[in-house]
């Protein structure tokens, strides 16, 4: 994602300015010369508010539509064209941070639903399931006492039966964190289950 790198303008505020005015009147030529001027700054905005590149990408693709929605709302006696850009940047990227949260949260709650089905089990005769229920009781316990990044990286490996790298994968974090978390996480559940034998 390298823009062109444009002819800087001589008087940059009110040349954006101008820009956000031809846009406020759905110039489409004006929102191309206005990212090719802006969209390097602003992707770096992006990146320091969500940490991560390919997001940042996202962020400023939305960003840009609210600046294509938004650009006759802008008032420069307000903010100087930059900050008000930016300004809708961070807002992009703080959603996007928050609708990720939202998503993990779901996914934690989907694996304790699962562990739950997975811990009431159908079996049949009630003398061989007692001491296994006795410890689903004590690993459902256990599994509640581990951090929810730990719980969710045990869960996601042992009842969805994911490799390490699925994991990291999926949940967008590094291997090795994936492998750190997993370690510490069944350290602690045999140190708890050693207690309920």
Same mark, same amino acid.
């Given at each position: 994602m390298s823009p062109p790198n444009p002819v800087p303008f001589l008087n940059p505020d009110a040349e954006l300015m101008a820009l956000l005015d031809?846009?406020?009147?759905?110039?489409?030529?004006?929102?191309k010369v206005l990212y090719e001027h802006t969209s390097s700054k602003l992707y770096g905005l992006a990146v320091r508010v969500v940490s991560n590149r390919e997001w940042a990408e996202d962020?400023?693709?939305?960003?840009?539509?609210? %600046?294509? /929605?938004?650009? &006759?709302?802008?008032?420069a006696s307000l903010s100087p064209p930059m900050a008000?850009?930016?300004? %809708?940047? /961070?807002?992009? &990227?703080?959603?996007?941070l928050r609708r990720r949260n939202t998503q993990r949260g779901k996914l934690t709650q989907e694996l304790d639903d699962d562990l739950a089905d997975t811990l009431e089990?159908?079996?049949?005769?009630?003398?061989?399931?007692?001491q296994a229920s006795q410890q689903a009781v004590a690993l459902h316990q256990c599994l509640s006492r581990l951090d929810n990044k730990q719980r969710e990286v045990v869960s996601l490996a042992y009842i969805r039966d994911l490799s390490h790298g699925d994991l990291a994968r999926q949940l967008q974090i590094p291997l090795g964190t994936v492998k750190t978390w997993i370690r510490r996480g069944l350290d602690q559940?045999?140190?708890c289950m050693a207690r309920f034998a």
């Open positions: 031809r846009v406020a009147a759905r110039d489409e030529t004006a929102l962020v400023l693709q939305e960003a840009y539509m609210t %600046i294509w /929605r938004a650009a &006759g709302d802008y008032r008000w850009m930016g300004l %809708i940047v /961070r807002s992009r &990227g703080l959603d996007f089990g159908d079996a049949i005769n009630p003398m061989d399931t007692a559940l045999r140190l």
